[in-house]
């Protein structure tokens, strides 16, 4: 797997990713604590997650169009430089009447996000061969579980001993070199996207909503990314109600506190750093869709026999195993949908995968919120169970990787983007 690090544009991008991964990870946790250790109000930081979600919810299927409408190096490029701009405001947050600046800069940076994310899935088939695809996400999947057990630990740290402004300075130069090994990043003419330039506002609109429009139909249309979708969607149902009841099932069921529920959180990426290790040798002894349904069968069990068996050895040790298995169905999927999409559509399909990603946890979120205290914390989680279950049945029976990329029929139209050299 540690091969594909020797082809130097993916090189660059995953650890120009890597080191913009930690950066986030390590306000993640600093600018929650520092908000509420500013407001003293759960709502104020509660409110900050909110509008985090919204641009996930509202814009990640749209800005998957321009994500293939215009050339995706410069679109990363851009964002990460936007995001590191939009940060430095924090620096003047130093009082309660200061923290809507916190808000502005939340909803931006999930803004901007949007057109990263996607922008990063598509470009991964061109910076590495079809046979390296899945190696290529492992090592993605594996930097996010390091960063994800370093970074929170350092932002902590240096909360605690320099102040909210390093944290913040520390993010902001992440994105700088993160930035900065993109544009070292040198890609065929061939993977080169570009945007006719139209004189006409109102005819570039419309060839926009159409190519957005085209993206959806393809998702409705093609057996094998509707199956995909339904299985993530019945993933981050599951997701939701896991975020919304982990706490509760700690402090009542496990009778813990802040110490066991970091142990907890803890020990899904060490298992998701030994996945990301192994599953480039699982997937070549088994089918994407036989994978993808082991994973997410594997998984619902796990964390049912968790639920119901309350003891904290038993969960940290299925904790950790879920982890593994859960880097297995995510990376399968990613590289499955990243095979079987055409290029020119890759950007709106990972768009439209966001939005799913975001409005299904919502889904479920608001299930547990409204239904746990009447049906109880146990049987909600076992709901949440048996959704991973339920997708991996449908896993299983419906999905089949493309022997060739996907496309959809409508013809292309003059407005759509082109090659260039």
């Not at 540690?2 to 991964?21: H, I, M, P």
């Not at 998957?64 to 410069?74: C, E, P, Q, S």
């Not at 109102?202 to 957005?212: G, K, M, Q, V």
């Not at 409204?370 to 109880?376: P, T």
Request: aromatic residues 8%; contains cysteine.
């Amino acid at each position: 797997m540690l091969s594909v690090l020797r082809q130097k544009n993916f090189a660059l991008l995953w650890t120009g990713g890597a080191v913009s991964l930690l950066g986030d990870w390590v306000l993640f946790v600093a600018l929650p604590f520092y908000v509420y250790s500013l407001t003293g109000s759960a709502l104020a930081t509660g409110t900050m997650f909110i509008v985090q979600t919204l641009p996930r919810l509202l814009l990640s299927s749209p800005a998957g169009v321009f994500v293939d409408r215009w050339n995706r190096k410069y679109t990363m490029f851009a964002t990460e430089l936007a995001q590191a701009f939009v940060l430095l405001p924090l620096l003047f947050v130093h009082s309660r009447e200061w923290v809507w600046i916190v808000y502005l800069f939340a909803f931006t940076e999930s803004t901007l996000s949007q057109f990263f994310i996607p922008a990063k899935s598509a470009i991964i088939p061109n910076l590495v061969g079809k046979d390296h695809l899945m190696a290529a996400n492992s090592l993605n999947s594996l930097s996010e579980q390091m960063t994800r057990l370093v970074g929170p630990a350092l932002g902590g740290v240096l909360l605690g001993l320099v102040g909210i402004n390093v944290v913040v300075l520390v993010d902001v130069a992440s994105f700088v070199y993160s930035a900065l090994s993109i544009m070292l990043i040198t890609l065929a003419s061939a993977a080169v996207k570009g945007d006719r330039q139209l004189t006409d506002t109102r005819a570039r609109l419309i060839a926009i909503w159409r190519e957005w429009l085209a993206g959806l139909h393809l998702v409705k249309k093609e057996r094998l990314v509707t199956a995909i979708f339904a299985v993530v969607g019945l993933a981050m149902i599951a997701e939701g109600i896991t975020m919304v009841l982990i706490v509760p099932f700690v402090k009542v069921i496990l009778h813990g506190n802040a110490l066991t529920l970091g142990w907890i959180l803890s020990a899904q990426p060490l298992g998701g750093l030994i996945s990301a290790l192994l599953v480039g040798r699982a997937s070549k002894v088994l089918q994407p869709r036989v994978l993808i349904a082991l994973s997410a069968i594997i998984i619902g069990t796990f964390f049912m026999l968790l639920v119901n068996i309350p003891l904290l050895s038993v969960v940290l040790v299925l904790i950790a195993l879920i982890g593994l298995f859960v880097i297995g169905m995510f990376v399968s999927i990613q590289t499955l949908l990243q095979v079987s999409v055409a290029d020119e559509y890759r950007g709106r399909i990972f768009g439209a995968f966001m939005m799913i990603m975001a409005a299904t946890t919502l889904v479920g979120m608001a299930l547990a919120s409204l239904l746990a205290d009447s049906v109880g914390i146990v049987p909600m989680m076992d709901l949440a169970a048996s959704c991973y279950i339920l997708a991996g049945i449908i896993a299983f029976i419906m999905i089949h990787g493309a022997a060739k990329p996907i496309v959809a029929n409508e013809a292309r139209s003059p407005e759509q983007p082109v090659e260039v050299a």
